[in-house]
């Protein structure tokens, strides 16, 4: 259809839980539940159409995924970079979709905040230098293009070249 992309969601593993964060910042979202049984994460994950991210490989096992009804990624590797780096590889993922539009912390849609709505709320030397904000609707963290924003940046596209 035209203009209309399908973006993959994702659920993520406690026991990869670390790939929710890179996700996030690609602008794919990712839930993560620190505690969660496995169970649950499987009936969030068929019924939102979520991706499942596991290095559980007795989740590879169950007869939803051996069957394709559920989607799971067995991740094979330690390091998360590597790991990223094999889901973006496997499923095809566009490393900038939507960058910086999620909150890194909690997957909510960033909203975009004017400078003079966030004064009192930013450090003074970044509301002197910084005309751009967006702000966590649920957990209210101020998000600007500063300097650990542009590393960020600087290694998303290091990884897109990359992969
Ligand atoms: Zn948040």
């Not at 966590?136 to 101020?142: E, F, N």
């Amino acid at each position: 259809m035209l203009g209309l992309t399908v973006v993959v969601k994702f659920i993520v593993d406690s026991n990869v839980g670390k790939l929710a964060r890179w996700l996030r910042m690609m602008g794919y979202d990712a839930l993560f539940y620190q505690d969660i049984d496995d169970d649950k994460m499987i009936k969030i994950a068929l019924f939102q159409g979520r991706v499942v991210l596991t290095r559980d490989t007795q989740i590879m096992k169950r007869r939803l995924v051996t069957n394709g009804r559920l989607k799971a990624v067995l991740i094979t590797d330690d390091a998360p970079r590597a790991q990223l780096r094999q889901v973006v590889r496997q499923l095809d993922l566009n490393c900038k979709v939507r960058p910086f539009s999620l909150c890194l912390e909690c997957n909510a849609n960033l909203v975009k905040r004017a400078k003079c709505e966030v004064h009192d709320r930013v450090p003074l030397h970044v509301f002197e230098t910084q005309d751009e904000y967006m702000e966590c609707p649920v957990c209210h963290r101020i998000y600007w293009q500063g300097t650990h924003w542009k590393a960020m940046s600087k290694e998303l596209e290091e990884f897109a070249s990359e992969a």
